[in-house]
């Protein structure tokens, strides 16, 4: 579980990012953090993953305050996280089953060899059996962002962290990634948090999705309801027109 409580972040008295944001994430749940560029939907996973911090608030994640862990309790927290990145990620100068193994070598001591058996069962999870040999450039942009995400659940993470996950790929790429982030959610039933301003990934990702306005977020929506929502600055959001408050 995890539940943001009160969280407050400001650059100085005129420049406020989040004032009193608040928000609960059960076990299961696929969320989507949605708003406008700059708004801080990014930050919120930073925050999560304890690389940034707010100035004041909790960030309780299986009761544990990101805020207050010492480096040691923060990389072991770490552990049941697992992030896709908007560019992948990936080390150029390793192989395919190298990258997705690199989390294994580094954190539990396995080795390449000792690997490979769970490297082909994620890579046949995101749909990518054979590529173990490749290096990085050798792969389109979608089939990066798959081994990308491959390496994100290798360690079995209760929890994987997207941020833009289907940002510059062209919509039959957009399809495949979506496609996957679906089926791991239903394989692993992984709590999961997508942040997004694609439409086609927000509605077919998630089961709640939260909006980003005025330095905290909105009562939430679903697939079913935000096409149909009375808030006007979601209705402004999805339809591509101007949002005048940010």
């Given at each position: 579980?995890i539940?943001i409580?009160?969280l407050?972040k400001?650059?100085?008295?005129k420049q406020?990012?989040?004032?009193?944001?608040?928000?609960t994430?059960?076990?299961?749940d696929?969320?989507a953090?949605?708003?406008p560029?700059?708004c801080?939907?990014?930050?919120?996973?930073r925050?999560?993953?304890g690389?940034?911090?707010p100035?004041?608030?909790?960030?309780?994640?299986?009761g544990?305050?990101v805020?207050?862990l010492k480096?040691?309790?923060?990389l072991?927290?770490r552990?049941?996280?697992?992030?896709?990145?908007?560019?992948a990620?990936?080390?150029?100068s390793?192989?395919?089953?190298?990258?997705i193994?690199?989390?294994?070598?580094?954190n539990?001591?396995f080795?390449?060899?000792?690997s490979i058996?769970k490297?082909?069962?994620?890579?046949?999870?995101v749909?990518?059996e054979?590529?173990?040999k490749?290096?990085?450039?050798?792969?389109s942009?979608?089939q990066q962002?798959?081994?990308?995400l491959?390496r994100?659940?290798?360690?079995?993470?209760k929890y994987?962290?997207?941020d833009e996950?289907?940002?510059?790929?062209?919509?039959?790429?957009?399809?495949?990634?979506e496609?996957?982030?679906?089926?791991?959610?239903q394989?692993?039933?992984?709590t999961?948090?997508?942040?997004s301003?694609?439409?086609?990934?927000i509605?077919?990702?998630?089961?709640?999705?939260?909006?980003?306005?005025?330095?905290a977020l909105?009562?939430p929506?679903?697939?079913?309801?935000?096409?149909?929502?009375d808030?006007e600055?979601?209705?402004?959001?999805m339809?591509?027109?101007?949002?005048?408050?940010?």
């Amino acid at each position: 579980m995890i539940e943001i409580k009160e969280l407050k972040k400001e650059f100085s008295s005129k420049q406020v990012l989040f004032d009193h944001l608040n928000l609960t994430i059960n076990s299961g749940d696929k969320i989507a953090i949605i708003g406008p560029s700059g708004c801080g939907k990014s930050t919120i996973l930073r925050y999560l993953l304890g690389t940034k911090m707010p100035d004041s608030g909790q960030i309780l994640i299986d009761g544990q305050d990101v805020t207050k862990l010492k480096s040691r309790d923060l990389l072991k927290l770490r552990l049941n996280m697992g992030m896709l990145f908007q560019s992948a990620a990936l080390f150029d100068s390793l192989s395919i089953e190298e990258n997705i193994a690199f989390p294994l070598i580094e954190n539990y001591g396995f080795s390449l060899e000792s690997s490979i058996n769970k490297v082909n069962y994620v890579l046949e999870l995101v749909g990518l059996e054979g590529v173990n040999k490749k290096m990085p450039y050798q792969l389109s942009g979608g089939q990066q962002k798959r081994v990308g995400l491959a390496r994100a659940i290798i360690t079995e993470p209760k929890y994987i962290f997207y941020d833009e996950p289907t940002t510059g790929l062209d919509p039959v790429m957009s399809t495949n990634i979506e496609n996957v982030i679906v089926r791991l959610n239903q394989v692993m039933n992984i709590t999961s948090i997508v942040v997004s301003h694609q439409k086609s990934t927000i509605l077919r990702t998630a089961d709640k999705i939260f909006m980003v306005h005025n330095h905290a977020l909105l009562e939430p929506e679903t697939p079913d309801t935000i096409e149909h929502t009375d808030n006007e600055i979601i209705q402004s959001f999805m339809r591509g027109t101007e949002l005048n408050a940010q």
